[in-house]
């Protein structure tokens, strides 16, 4: 049961750092943006990812499992552990964990992550313990009747497109925008802006 904690800590560790660059980084966040596109939070919202998501998640878990072993009881422990615990978290559930609350992830505690509201973004986003938030100063502690509206400001991509294709299309339109910079920029270049200034501008 220990190990079984220990491998869940370093595997939330992990994809906490996954997490965070999926929501900073908007190459990745178009693979990411699909799950948090539900307006209705539900447990059908824990396996709503893009298959690039997903396929990131596995090569993610590689390396601890190879660390760790694939047969070991904690680790049979702990992947069924963490989808259990996904769809838990994800229920759209009035369930706040009270004095648990900074000790493990509940339907109240991830509904602010998925919030539309602009201060809870980019909170909350370990997904067994929140501990590593508080570490790394993301964590969210939500008052007892907070239970945000969810989903994504702006258009939404749709459930085939977001499954499939729309990753691409966007990569796509920000290579086109790039390259339409980079054009626009290239009479300029040859004057004072370095690399530096062509980036922030
Ligand atoms: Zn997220
Ligand atoms: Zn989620």
Not at 77 to 98: K, V
Not at 141 to 158: C, F, I, K, L, S
Request: proline letters at 8%; glycine letters at 8%.
């Amino acid at each position: 049961m220990l190990l079984a904690l220990a491998f869940g800590f370093v595997w939330d560790l992990c994809q906490y750092g996954l997490h965070r660059l999926q929501h900073a980084i908007p190459f990745l966040w178009e693979t990411h943006r699909f799950h948090h596109e539900e307006t209705a939070l539900n447990v059908a919202a824990y396996p709503r990812s893009h298959f690039l998501a997903v396929l990131a998640v596995v090569l993610f878990n590689l390396p601890l499992v190879a660390l760790f072993g694939a047969q070991a009881p904690h680790a049979v422990a702990a992947f069924l552990m963490f989808p259990l615990w996904g769809f838990l978290s994800h229920a759209n559930l009035r369930l706040g964990f009270g004095p648990l609350t900074p000790l493990v992830v509940g339907p109240q505690l991830h509904r602010i992550h998925h919030s539309a509201l602009p201060e809870h973004r980019d909170r909350n986003f370990a997904n067994l313990f929140p501990v590593i938030d508080i570490v790394f100063g993301t964590y969210y502690r939500p008052a007892p009747d907070e239970y945000p509206p969810t989903g994504t400001a702006g258009e939404r991509v749709g459930n085939l497109r977001g499954a499939t294709v729309q990753p691409f299309i966007a990569w796509r339109a920000m290579l086109a925008a790039r390259r339409g910079k980079r054009g626009a920029d290239r009479p300029a270049a040859a004057g004072a802006l370095g690399w530096r200034g062509r980036r922030a501008g």
